[in-house]
């Protein structure tokens, strides 16, 4: 029996892609862990900056008649700008017809 081990052949596993593969990514994981590691180094034990934390003002509640008080209130400003639009509407239209 001890023979026969002897005479047999063994094939030695083979190095392919996927060895070179598995060896970059080995590269890369060390890489990667090294910059980690030099990163956090640079923060030593230093306290983070303070951030002012104003509270913010409270909104006025939702009215719940659907927005028809606020339109009613601020109508004078939507309807200047509708104003606005109409009148550079109008010029335009007035450019156009003194060109043609």
């Known amino acids: 029996m001890a023979e026969a081990d002897k005479t047999s052949r063994v094939t030695r596993p083979v190095n392919d892609a ?15 862990c090294t910059l980690l590691y030099l990163d956090y180094q640079q923060y030593d034990n230093k306290e983070p900056p303070k951030i002012n934390r104003e509270a ?4 006025p509640p939702a009215s719940s008649d ?19 639009d109409k009148a ?6 007035d450019k156009d017809k003194d060109a043609g």
């Open 56 to 59: 913010a003002k409270p909104r």
């Open 66 to 84: 659907g927005g028809e008080k606020d339109k009613a209130a601020g109508g004078d400003k939507d309807k200047a700008a509708d104003d606005k």
């Open 88 to 93: 550079g509407a109008d010029k335009d239209k």
């Open 18 to 32: 996927y060895t070179g593969m598995l060896a970059i990514s080995l590269l890369a994981l060390l890489t990667g």
